[in-house]
């Protein structure tokens, strides 16, 4: 897409996604990038602001990442946060050492408000600070624009030349005026207009996925989560009947998600498009039977997708394009963009299925994280329960069930569940609690319930916070919300005598339960 972009070169810091996002709130279209980039690939995408992130490592030692100076001398405003002021200082001629104190958390920072960066921003204000090097002396050319008590260089400046250095993290939340400084950075020093918008981004795909794939065909694996439903959506409006979608109830969904997709993307919704729903679920069923072991049943039950996903597209026959609803962070995270994760390699990225006869894949969001996923959801006028659906593993119930998954099993983690969602909604936690929901546990133990001595299952209620989902914390829901939740799940969902909440955070745990 042709528009006005930023580049972040990613020196392997833990926010470098936060800072691409962060920028893109500012209406400012952004990318990642690994340091190693040549400096030729740099230029040419012609950024118009280029910003360097933090790292865990100093500058000074041998081996450690670094730029060419010429970054600096390309007339393109550069903003270096942490490591990347640090860098910028060291390439330049300044000093970087060990810090005599070593500045971790919120920090009050005093700044010079004649500075571009800080001309709305309080002076003295609150800022998160997580380094052991420090800059002793900066640049020539540089002034500094921001102190703390124990760091002398909390932000400089070389006006003249556009460079500017952040000891400090403004893409973190923690950081109270830090999306100001990174408006000034990008909309003010960098001249950015702000024409990153959901709508026009809308429009524009829309556009290119006409142009793309003509009077081609497309098929789509739509499994009812945010971003297969996004992709579902702009296809449809791109190109009609021109896209097919497969959903596969697997019989390890949420209650009623099954009827919930079909009723947006079925024939009776508001898209167009060939909508071909798999009743799997006795398929599934047949095969986890007697399976207790977790990564089996895991395999059975992607092996199980790729063998239904694969008897409709035969049924179809060959198909131009295969749409996949890779996000950003799926790109970033398989190493095709920054630094930092390169550990991670994504499901939707890379291992392209081979049991489906296409010419080429398509996928609508690659350049999107997902807050802007669904705000184009929202754009595209998909119903909010399922732009905000909370995240949902793709072996469903079968992960959430522990030991062997029988249909019965599988009716008493829905009810449970049914009833925590709908209890978490009412006491309007739904969108502030990261993900929750309930699993069945494989424990039957003994309760009573009128006069009756039962022998039934335990059901275990989690719900977590989590920026990452690499760490998650048990979230903290009131008592009383919790007791009306066991009450209800008790006394309604039949199999069930026993109601725990885990604690947990992870690690040790993990967010499932296998
Ligand atoms: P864990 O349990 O690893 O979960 O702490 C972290 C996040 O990943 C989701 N998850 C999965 N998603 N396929 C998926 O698509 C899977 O096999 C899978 N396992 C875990 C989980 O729901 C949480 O959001």
Not at 130 to 142: E, L, N, P, T
């Amino acid at each position: 897409m042709n528009q006005e972009k930023v580049i972040v070169i990613d020196f392997g810091g833990q926010y470098n996604q936060l800072v691409a996002r962060r920028v893109r709130e500012c209406n400012v279209y952004c990318e990642i990038y690994s340091y190693k980039t040549d400096i030729e690939q740099i230029k040419a995408m012609n950024p118009k602001g280029i910003i360097l992130t933090g790292g865990p490592n100093s500058c000074y030692e041998e081996g450690a990442p670094t730029y060419t100076k010429e970054l600096f001398e390309l007339g393109i405003p550069v903003l270096g946060l942490c490591y990347g002021a640090q860098l910028m200082m060291h390439v330049l001629g300044g000093k970087v050492e060990k810090a005599p104190v070593r500045e971790y958390g919120k920090t009050e920072t005093f700044v010079d408000k004649s500075s571009a960066l800080f001309g709305d921003v309080s002076e003295n204000t609150i800022v998160w600070m997580s380094h052991f090097d420090y800059i002793s002396q900066v640049a020539g050319g540089f002034k500094i624009i921001a102190h703390t008590a124990d760091c002398p260089v909390a932000a400089a400046e070389n006006k003249d030349k556009n460079l500017y250095a952040i000891q400090f993290h403004p893409e973190v939340l923690h950081t109270q005026e830090g999306t100001k400084m990174l408006f000034n950075f990008v909309r003010n020093v960098c001249g950015c207009s702000g024409t990153w918008k959901m709508d026009a981004f809308v429009e524009n795909t829309i556009k290119e996925i006409r142009e793309k794939v003509g009077d081609g065909k497309v098929l789509l694996a739509l499994s009812g989560g945010v971003d297969s439903s996004v992709a579902a959506g702009l296809l449809s409006r791109a190109i009609g009947k021109q896209l097919t979608c497969v959903f596969v109830d697997h019989g390890l969904l949420r209650k009623n998600e099954g009827d919930e997709v079909e009723s947006v993307f079925g024939p009776n919704g508001q898209f167009d498009l060939n909508f071909i729903r798999v009743n799997a679920q006795d398929r599934y069923y047949e095969k986890l039977a007697g399976v207790t072991e977790p990564e089996k049943k895991r395999k059975i039950i992607g092996e199980e997708f790729i063998r239904v996903f694969e008897e409709e597209a035969k049924k179809i026959g060959a198909v131009d394009f295969l749409a996949q609803g890779t996000i950003y962070p799926d790109v970033v995270e398989s190493g095709l963009g920054g630094e930092s994760a390169v550990i991670k390699s994504h499901h939707n990225v890379g291992g392209l299925p081979d049991y489906v006869d296409f010419k080429e894949i398509i996928e609508p969001l690659r350049d999107l994280f997902k807050d802007e996923v669904r705000k184009a959801g929202l754009e595209l006028g998909i119903p909010e329960h399922l732009v905000f659906r909370q995240p949902f593993p793709g072996p469903g119930l079968g992960i959430r069930i522990i030991g062997e998954v029988t249909a019965e099993k599988v009716r008493i983690v829905q009810d449970a569940d049914a009833i925590y969602r709908e209890e978490i909604a009412k006491a309007g936690l739904d969108r502030s609690i990261g993900q929750y929901f309930a699993a069945l546990t494989n424990m039957r133990s003994v309760g009573v319930m009128g006069d009756e001595r039962t022998y039934d299952y335990a059901v275990a209620l989690r719900a977590v916070n989590t920026i990452d989902f690499m760490t998650a914390e048990s979230a903290e829901i009131p008592f009383s919300v919790l007791q009306t939740v066991m009450s209800r799940i008790i006394n309604e969902v039949r199999g069930v005598n026993r109601v725990f909440y885990d604690l947990t955070s992870k690690p040790p745990g993990t967010i499932e339960f296998e």
